[in-house]
């Protein structure tokens, strides 16, 4: 087990909470209870930022000026400190950098439909996880975009043309990799759904799933660059490459909206999840906390039961937030907030 034990102190509406955690847990509460914030905190303790706010002050109760959070992982302690006017302070002993904290909440619900950034932000944060040195690759373009952007302004032609070579090579880089793990999740998921105890009729629909990726261009990026270039003076920032790239999940060679249904479409967002969990589990074993917030708020009956017996035998920490206990799965810790 990762994660045995967490202390709030002014952490949202946490003003001073200690939790024993164990390897599958259910956090129940009413609305308002603090359910996602919980969720929140751990998420917080791994990667240092909320998957809800950009803002770490936000994460401060509305009657004090600072938080803290304390975290037992792996039998070290963590400890993390932030205060309206001063930067985010922590103290442990060891690296969490090879965890991966996953979410499933009503907004990863909706992956498959949500606007092309959000799958972007999604690709691209597996992609941290697993690919060596695809962060600094990713900081580095996202500087030469900035360069770039900010020469279109100036109408430097000496720092465009610079910035403009730095930009594609990048580009072209950064979209290799991705297209390599994309090819290697799309050889490798049909087998994976196989070993699943689902439905054969979801299983035919789950093993033709195909992905089309939007590189941001088409055939030649520096062409296109140029063709675009008194567009993109006009407007002052760059409207060619990979942020603006996209990618969208296939059934069949249709859109899944046309061939899944609203529940459906969920399972197959958590099947995504699990397989990467079980891919990551190779790479990095016993590093992964899975964070499912109200995941029966967004299921039919049939469907979450089917969810639930998915998630039984998943091999990593487990955090589940419901309105009321779900008597169907068995777990090792209920936190009743």
Known sequence: MSLSKLHLNNFRSFKNSSFNLSKRNLILGKNGAGK?????????????KSFRSSSSNSM?????????????????KFSFTKDLSSSLRSTFENTLNDFLPLVINNFSLSLLEAPKENRRSFLDYLMFHVEH???????????????????LKKSS????????????????KLTKKKLEFIDSFLKSFPDFVDSLTIPDSLKDKFKEISIAYDKGWKESLLEELRESFIKDKARGFTSLGPQTSDLSVKIKKQDSGNIL????????ILLIYLFFIKAYNLLKPNKTIFLLDDLPSELDEINLDLALHLLQDIDCQLFITSLEKMEKYEFDNVIDL
């Open 261 to 268: 249904s609203r529940g459906e479409q969920k399972i197959l």
């Open 133 to 151: 040195d695809y962060k600094i690759d990713h900081l580095k373009f996202k500087k030469a975009l900035a360069q770039r952007n900010r020469a």
């Open 36 to 48: 996602s914030s919980f969720l929140e905190a751990i998420f917080f303790v791994l990667s240092k």
């Open 157 to 172: 032609s000496s720092e465009l043309k610079s910035w403009t070579k730095v930009f594609i090579e990048l580009s072209e």
């Open 60 to 76: 401060i109760n509305f009657d004090s000026d600072f938080f803290k959070v304390d975290a037992i992982i792996e039998g070290n």
